[in-house]
């Protein structure tokens, strides 16, 4: 009910006289499930009912005929009066704009036009979906080069020749970095192996492809030593709901070693808490089933309990600000580690994404004298050459098996 954020007989009053004062009481129950503060609420009331008066004065009291053209003339009216945070009062009015469609008293948007994606492209994605177990955020990353690539030499797949690909190649990759390079000549390989599997270019062809040089297990992991660690996860603030959230993630990350897509779709009924093991799907749609520390255990409990908003989302993290929502991006997860650093004084580590207390939880694995095996298991690495990569750690060990230069002779 609005009394519960306005209490002004007269501001009720303009209120429930409004054209807009049908769906008053629901905004305000929608904004507060979604965690919205009263505070905020009650600036929103107040912005949506100047806009039913505003609208009213031009005649405009059909909530129906509302779209994108009446919040411009909103915007045009609040210049002209010259109201500061206008750009404030224009976002509450499109949000009340975009309720009204939800309720179903304004149509929908019309989306915007998709480009066309070749047929061929989307039947490469369902076969590596189907055959390949790749992630939808793999394609959508493999799509961007190949989308590109086809435009360069055209859908009629049976043409390409190694000159026109490895063309293609050096003048579109030349200039971009190892990584993003590696990545597109990988999702090109790919493509064409598909085409030569279903007859649609020569057997082969994938072989033209240029390899971008790398030398695997050249250089360190990239972690923090174990005291490091626990600053990090010491810094949060335990006596708020963002803290406890914070808290739980950072532990799933530095004892559990889980990659940023881990946390983002983990969900409530992933936990068995009889058993205290956490199952996760990860790459390739590979469910694996690890045990929970009972710090993270307790962690998850505090959060769940104190700290998560009231959601009926069945993901377990959730968005501080309101509307609370799931992750929906690593990139979030990223964030809580790299405030996480700042916090505690890190202010030059190795790298700020969440990799870095991946890498840390199998480097500290390591030194405490898990096996290769173990680590690999607990990482959920397919190669062991992957897992390899953490038997540098322990420089000063590598120091004194290196054999000396022999001779004199130069390097």
Not at 24 to 33: E, N, Q, Y
Not at 57 to 84: N, P
Not at 227 to 247: I, M, N, Q
Not at 324 to 341: E, G, I, K, Y
Request: charged share 25%.
């Amino acid at each position: 009910m609005i009394t519960d954020y306005v209490r002004a007989p007269d501001a009720l009053a303009r209120m429930r006289a409004c054209c807009a004062a049908a769906y008053l009481d629901d905004l305000a129950s929608t904004m507060a499930r979604e965690g919205f503060q009263a505070l905020t609420i009650a600036e929103h009331l107040r912005t949506v009912v100047q806009l039913a008066r505003w609208a009213e004065r031009r005649g405009d009291v059909d909530l129906a005929d509302w779209d994108e053209r009446t919040v411009a003339g909103f915007r045009q009216h609040l210049a002209r009066r010259r109201v500061i945070k206008r750009d404030r009062a224009v976002s509450r009015a499109r949000r009340f704009l975009a309720f009204l469609r939800t309720r179903g008293v304004i149509a929908a948007e019309k989306p915007a036009p998709t480009p066309r994606c070749p047929p061929v492209l989307e039947q490469f994605a369902d076969w590596m979906v189907r055959h390949r177990g790749l992630t939808q955020h793999t394609i959508r990353r493999y799509r961007r080069t190949l989308e590109v690539f086809v435009s360069a030499l055209g859908e009629k797949t049976v043409a390409y020749d190694v000159t026109s690909i490895r063309r293609f190649v050096i003048d579109h990759l030349g200039h971009r970095g190892r990584g993003e390079t590696r990545e597109a000549v990988t999702a090109i390989r790919s493509f064409l192996r598909f085409l030569a599997a279903h007859g649609r270019a020569r057997l082969g062809i994938e072989c033209c492809v240029p390899t971008v040089p790398e030398w695997r297990l050249s250089a360190l992991p990239r972690y923090l030593d174990a005291p490091d660690v626990e600053r990090v996860v010491a810094s949060c603030d335990l006596s708020t709901g963002h803290g406890l959230r914070d808290h739980a993630i950072l532990l799933l990350l530095s004892r559990l070693g889980l990659r940023a897509g881990d946390i983002v779709g983990m969900r409530i009924d992933d936990i068995d808490w009889h058993r205290g093991t956490l199952c996760l799907q990860g790459k390739s749609y590979r469910e694996t089933v690890l045990p929970l520390p009972q710090d993270v255990g307790d962690a998850l409990v505090a959060y769940l309990r104190k700290g998560r908003p009231r959601s009926d989302s069945p993901r377990v993290f959730l968005t501080v600000l309101a509307p609370t929502r799931p992750f929906t991006t690593s990139a979030a997860v990223s964030d809580v580690v790299r405030f996480a650093l700042s916090r505690a004084g890190i202010h030059n580590p190795p790298t700020r994404g969440a990799h870095l207390l991946r890498h840390s939880a199998a480097t500290a694995m390591l030194r405490s004298g898990s096996t290769l095996d173990a680590i690999a298991t607990v990482l959920r690495h397919r190669s062991s050459q992957t897992t390899a990569h953490y038997a540098k750690v322990d420089e000063t060990m590598l120091q004194s098996i290196a054999q000396p230069w022999p001779g004199d002779a130069p390097c």
